[in-house]
């Protein structure tokens, strides 16, 4: 069953080029997008004043990644919330809110009663979900579906990638409604989304480095994860990963958030992961690095390919190929995945199964 992987979690990281094609199948129609099954009204679409992204635990981290590509394209003020606060407060939702519900299974309860709140309150929702017919695709206005087929692991891989790839082009669509982007714009990242498929094939032909940063970490009590812009949100992704399997404790920052606290952590030996591929803030993610490295972290950089300069920073440089600054949301979690699962079983854990959590949780 396990077609030859040692774990499901390694075959789930290696169906992510899969995912990224069969998500994309379909929805690009002689250079028009296509989402027939959204029973799309453009008016209420257009009348759209807020999104709501509501979800839990991975499925949230894909939602804050979208946020930042809903607000640039579409100008619509985007919010992300994990599903347990949204249902118990009173959020500002009307009908021209559009929430957005992540789920891999479509059965996580906490978002479900929350869509559940949000429709009685007249919002328009769609699902994000892998699971047809489950009752987040029952009960949304309409639903993309991430094509990751069966996920096993209890830690999500494939899935997250999946909802990247779709959330993405939910905020290209509402990038092209509201003229934030060109058709010729949309035709061009949807190309380079596709690309990414190719992009994950090539990182996972070469994980001599993610290995080597792993075993190099493994006897760690704690690691920090920090980034800026799209890389602080693969940051929580990487963390929480590690931290489910291996047990290991992690926590995630956005870099310019290290001297007001975290900083104060680092000793000779603290593993440092630091996302710090090409980006508009490159220049001050790598003064972060040396702040870390002048208190003897131990760095390990995911970095763009090509980039020499870093390896002056850096103890370990994981390379990814070169992509635009949004997309690395996709290529640069897999490496983090993998680095997570080198060093759960470093550890001797089960990637799998890790101890008290459960695939789904349809229950608080
Ligand atoms: C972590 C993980 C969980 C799920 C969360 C939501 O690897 O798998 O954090 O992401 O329980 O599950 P879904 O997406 O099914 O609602």
């Given at each position: 069953?396990?077609?030859?992987?040692?774990?499901?979690?390694?075959?789930e990281i290696?169906?992510?080029?899969?995912?990224?094609?069969?998500?994309?199948?379909?929805?690009?129609?002689n250079?028009?997008?296509?989402?027939?099954?959204?029973?799309l009204?453009?008016?209420?679409?257009?009348a759209?004043?807020r999104?709501?992204?509501?979800?839990?635990?991975?499925?949230?981290?894909?939602?804050?990644?979208?946020?930042?590509?809903?607000?640039?394209?579409?100008?619509?003020?985007?919010?992300?919330?994990?599903?347990?606060?949204f249902?118990?407060?009173?959020?500002?939702?009307?009908?021209?809110?559009?929430?957005?519900?992540?789920?891999?299974?479509?059965?996580?309860?906490?978002?479900?009663?929350?869509?559940?709140?949000?429709?009685?309150?007249?919002?328009?929702?769609?699902?994000?979900?892998?699971?047809?017919?489950?009752?987040?695709?029952?009960?949304?206005?309409?639903?993309?579906?991430?094509?990751?087929?069966?996920?096993?692991?209890?830690?999500?891989?494939?899935?997250?990638?999946?909802?990247?790839?779709a959330?993405?082009?939910?905020?290209?669509?509402?990038?092209?409604?509201?003229?934030?982007?060109?058709?010729?714009?949309?035709?061009?990242?949807?190309?380079?989304?596709?690309?990414?498929?190719?992009?994950?094939?090539?990182?996972?032909?070469?994980?001599?480095?993610?290995?080597?940063?792993?075993?190099?970490?493994?006897?760690?009590?704690?690691?920090?994860?920090?980034?800026?812009?799209?890389?602080?949100?693969?940051?929580?992704?990487?963390?929480?990963?590690?931290?489910?399997?291996?047990y290991?404790?992690?926590?995630?920052?956005?870099?310019?958030?290290?001297?007001?606290?975290?900083?104060?952590?680092?000793?000779?030996?603290?593993?440092?992961?630091?996302?710090?591929?090409?980006?508009?803030?490159?220049?001050?993610?790598?003064?972060?690095?040396?702040?870390?490295?002048?208190?003897?972290?131990?760095?390990?950089?995911?970095?763009?390919?090509?980039?020499e300069?870093?390896?002056?920073?850096?103890?370990?440089?994981?390379?990814?190929?070169?992509?635009?600054?949004?997309?690395?949301?996709?290529?640069?979690?897999?490496?983090?995945?993998?680095?997570?699962?080198?060093?759960?079983?470093?550890?001797?854990?089960?990637?799998?199964?890790?101890?008290?959590?459960?695939?789904?949780?349809?229950?608080?």
């Open positions: 069953e396990k077609g030859g992987y040692p774990d499901f979690m390694l075959k290696y169906e992510e080029p899969r995912t990224i094609r069969d998500t994309l199948a379909g929805r690009m129609v250079g028009h997008l296509q989402f027939d099954e959204l029973a009204n453009y008016d209420e679409l257009a759209i004043d999104v709501y992204i509501i979800a839990c635990g991975t499925s949230y981290h894909a939602g804050l990644i979208a946020k930042n590509l809903i607000e640039a394209w579409s100008r619509i003020p985007c919010e992300v919330e994990v599903a347990s606060e249902r118990y407060r009173n959020p500002i939702v009307t009908p021209s809110t559009l929430v957005v519900a992540v789920s891999q299974s479509g059965e996580t309860a906490d978002t479900l009663a929350a869509v559940r709140d949000a429709r009685i309150k007249g919002a328009k929702v769609f699902g994000i979900t892998n699971v047809v017919g489950s009752p987040l695709a029952r009960e949304s206005d309409g639903v993309i579906y991430i094509k990751a087929n069966k996920e096993i692991a209890v830690a999500a891989t494939k899935s997250f990638l999946g909802q990247v790839a959330l993405t082009l939910l905020a290209m669509l509402l990038g092209q409604l509201r003229g934030g982007l060109t058709t010729a714009q949309i035709r061009m990242l949807f190309r380079e989304l596709a690309d990414t498929a190719q992009q994950i094939e090539q990182i996972l032909a070469d994980t001599d480095t993610i290995e080597a940063a792993a075993l190099a970490c493994k006897d760690a009590q704690n690691a920090l994860f920090i980034g800026r812009g799209i890389g602080s949100t693969i940051c929580y992704e990487g963390a929480l990963k590690l931290k489910e399997i291996s290991l404790h992690a926590e995630a920052y956005a870099a310019g958030e290290m001297k007001h606290g975290p900083i104060a952590l680092i000793d000779p030996g603290f593993p440092v992961i630091v996302v710090a591929t090409k980006s508009p803030t490159y220049d001050k993610v790598i003064s972060n690095i040396q702040e870390c490295k002048a208190r003897g972290a131990l760095v390990v950089a995911i970095a763009t390919e090509g980039d300069e870093i390896k002056k920073h850096a103890d370990y440089v994981i390379y990814i190929p070169k992509v635009r600054d949004c997309f690395s949301a996709i290529t640069a979690s897999v490496p983090l995945q993998l680095f997570a699962r080198s060093i759960a079983l470093a550890r001797g854990c089960d990637v799998d199964q890790p101890r008290n959590l459960a695939k789904s949780v349809t229950v608080e």
